[in-house]
């Protein structure tokens, strides 16, 4: 298994559907991150979860709904988005945040269409 | 506010070496990393700096001057598969966010 799997890869949604973006880390990692990529924008954190608990949440509309059932699992909720949402959401997982060099590792991410 | 600054795109050629550098502006400190993403993939990490210097690793180096707020990353005899985008990262002051460049997109040709 490679360290980190994100599903769907590719998701096209209406403004009025509900989706769930999945991610799942195969490194024994204690902390995993939602991030949202738009072209030639910097990344954009999300929401961070420490052991479980929801440590940051980064002013992000209510749409987005994260939920980390153990230390091996992400999930991102979606409902109601807005076309403006449409972006590649990448999860990353890493062992020790808050110590020095902590390395993020990444999944190939989520290319969300919002028609 | 906290700020990085890296060039849009580069272009250079396959058996050259590039310089890609990387300014930042950010209320604290904590290091900076260095990541690849080719189109379509994840991110994959390259490098950290914490101290003033130069780390080599292999084909590529990373440089850091606390002082001037300045990193580069240098790739020397180019391959086709170094083209990607190359991002910047600041880890200033919270345990868990990195402050990220919008990433250099790199051309190498033939």
């Known amino acids: 298994e490679t360290g980190v799997t994100q599903t769907p890869r590719h998701l096209v949604m209406g403004m009025t559907n509900k989706k769930s973006l999945k991610c799942e880390q195969h490194l024994g990692h204690n902390a995993m991150y939602w991030y949202k990529q738009s072209a030639k924008k910097p990344l954009e954190l999300m929401f961070v979860y420490s052991l479980e608990e929801r440590v940051e949440n980064n002013s992000v509309p209510s749409r987005f709904s994260p939920e980390c059932p153990n230390s091996s699992h992400l999930f991102l909720h979606l409902h109601t988005l807005q076309p403006e949402d449409s972006a590649l959401y990448l999860c990353?997982?890493?062992?020790?945040?808050?110590?020095?060099?902590?390395?993020?590792?990444f999944g190939p991410g989520t290319r969300l269409t919002v028609l | 506010g906290q700020n990085i600054d890296q060039p849009t795109e580069m272009t250079a050629t396959e058996g050259a070496i590039v310089q890609i550098n990387c300014t930042y502006q950010?209320?604290?400190?904590?290091?900076l990393f260095w990541y690849q993403q080719h189109a379509g993939e994840a991110p994959t990490f390259l490098s950290y700096?914490?101290l003033d210097g130069l780390e080599e690793k292999g084909r590529f180096s990373s440089f850091l001057s606390r002082s001037k707020g300045y990193s580069y990353l240098l790739l020397k005899e180019l391959q086709m598969k170094d083209s990607a985008s190359y991002l910047c990262?600041?880890?200033?002051?919270?345990?868990?966010?990195?402050?990220w460049g919008a990433g250099t997109k790199l051309i190498i040709k033939p």
């Open positions: 950010t209320s604290g400190f904590n290091g």
């Open positions: 990262a600041v880890w200033a002051d919270s345990n868990y966010q990195l402050i």
């Open positions: 990353a997982s890493s062992q020790a945040p808050g110590r020095r060099g902590d390395e993020q590792f």
């Open positions: 700096n914490v």
